[in-house]
């Protein structure tokens, strides 16, 4: 089948394009407001576009409070979504009036990170702390403004639980890491395998 995404004419129940572009790493976004609210939030628009130095972005479907707080306070934290806090990460999705902390609706800890003022999720084994490189609202390829907003964020700090580390590599499988899928699938870090680039690539 083929469908031009101007009529979405898939003719299928559900639009299938976010079940193709999976699955997703999804950043677990925690911030600040500019007095000091507290926000977290999953975010599947999600991924690293650099390594060294590192540079990760996520992208808003609306100006939420990620995006707002973010643009405001200029420092983010991308906490790790794992199968164990599955629950928590996506009960911080819900729609909390504003200045209302995800962390107590969730029934989730803080930490406090090292380098940026936005707290971690302390049981969530591995945390980037970002520092607000541009937020960018997305738009078609004849200009249309979208009203979806690209964050791009320099990590500047890495925190990591050593208990999933083995042999020196963070091992997604102990870190039980989560991806999105499309509808309301997940998929679980459980099943890796590897392939050596060819030389010289
Ligand atoms: C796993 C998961 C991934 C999500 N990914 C996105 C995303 O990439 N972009 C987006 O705009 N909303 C996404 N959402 C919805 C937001 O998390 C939700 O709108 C949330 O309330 C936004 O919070 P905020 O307004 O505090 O930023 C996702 C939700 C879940 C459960």
Known sequence: MFYDTESNGHGLSHDPIKAIVAPRPIGWIS???PNGEVNLAPYSFFNIFASN??????????????????????????????????????????PLPRGESEF???GLETAPSRLVK???????????ECKLVSIQELETSDGRKLDRWLVLGHV??????????VNGRFDITAAKTI?????????????????????GG
């Open 31 to 33: 911030a600040l407001g």
């Open 118 to 128: 936005p707290p971690r999720v302390k049981a969530s084994p591995a945390a980037l």
């Open 53 to 94: 130095p590192p540079i990760v972005g996520f992208s808003s479907e609306g100006m939420k409070d990620s995006v707002s707080f973010i643009a405001q306070t200029k420092e983010f934290v991308c906490n790790l979504a794992t199968y164990d806090l599955r629950n928590e990460m996506n009960a911080t999705s819900a």
């Open 179 to 199: 991806a999105r899928a499309g509808y309301a699938d997940y998929v679980l870090a459980d099943d890796v395998f590897s392939i050596t680039r060819p030389k």
């Open 104 to 106: 107590v609706h969730a």
């Open 156 to 165: 500047v700090g890495v925190h990591i639980d050593e208990g999933c580390l």
